[in-house]
């Protein structure tokens, strides 16, 4: 089970490197250097971000990429649907095929509520409070 993938952790960091930037525009070079993020991979992230209306970018020796979205207004659980898809604790899928047991399993229930949790969990998590625990554990 893997609640968060790699997509979505460089997203995440991509996010927080363009949020530090407060306005300004961050070439993708210097987001995969800072973040250890392989190039070309950013880039695929970057242009989904763009598709969701989470960043621009501008093309020329000034360009790049800056957050388009208020920083506090982009949850960990939009990421994860984004590069994922819905929070799941669970599938009930063996080879695309719904399990047969589905109907009467007794911990599907407890799994949809633990999912519900996380997925609450997660959407009190935002780029911006991210941001900000970040800045403060690096002042300690």
Not at 39 to 45: A, G, I, S, T, V
């Amino acid at each position: 089970m893997k609640v968060l993938t790699k997509n979505t952790d460089y997203a995440i960091r991509a996010l927080l490197a363009l949020a530090a930037e407060k306005g300004s525009y961050l070439s993708a070079k210097a987001i995969a250097s800072g973040q250890d993020i392989p190039y070309q991979f950013l880039r695929r992230l970057l242009q989904e971000m763009i598709r969701h209306n989470l960043i621009v970018s501008k093309e020329g020796a000034r360009g790049g990429f800056m957050l388009e979205k208020d920083p506090d207004a982009i949850t960990v659980t939009q990421l994860i649907e984004i590069f994922q898809g819905k929070v799941q604790v669970s599938e009930c899928m063996f080879r695309k095929q719904i399990c047969g047991n589905r109907s009467r399993c007794v911990l599907r229930h407890e799994i949809m509520r633990i999912e519900q949790v996380v997925q609450s969990e997660f959407e009190k998590v935002t780029i911006g409070k991210l941001l900000r625990d970040l800045e403060a554990a690096n002042r300690k």
